[in-house]
Nanobody, 115 residues
Framework: QVQLVESGGGLVQPGGSLRLSCGTS????????MGWYRQAPGKQRELVAT???????NYVDSVKGRFTISRDNAKNTVYLQMNSLKPEDTAVYYC?????????WGQGTQVTVSS
């Protein structure tokens, strides 16, 4: 059973920074693409960023230049560094991976950007 556990959310002022972490179980981590999604109240869940096993990254346009996804294979952990945060970044952020036909999600961590 794959488990994903996020941490690092919180309340931050506009322009501030946060780093989210997602720890995973087992040795599967190194061979699968990992992603971060977010869901704001009343909106659909959207893909924020992905990173492949080889380290290739992809971002939604709204976070390009502000967010950075990275992974530490030795620690089975993926990170999302979020800089220059805006109120519209407020959402629950979820870690995700897909293995075969199965999607795995973490429990989510709340990020609130407000003055």
């Amino acid at each position: 059973q794959v488990q994903l556990v996020e941490s690092g959310g919180g309340l931050v002022q506009p322009g501030g920074s946060l780093r989210l972490s997602c720890g995973t179980s087992g040795s599967i981590f190194t061979i699968y693409t990992m992603g971060w999604y977010r869901q704001a109240p009343g909106k659909q869940r959207e893909l924020v960023a992905t990173i492949t096993s080889g380290g290739s990254t992809n971002y939604v346009d709204s976070v390009k230049g502000r967010f950075t996804i990275s992974r530490d294979n030795a620690k089975n952990t993926v990170y999302l560094q979020m800089n220059s945060l805006k109120p519209e970044d407020t959402a629950v952020y979820y870690c995700h991976t897909r293995i075969g036909l199965l999607d795995y999600w973490g429990q989510g961590t709340q990020v609130t950007v407000s003055s």
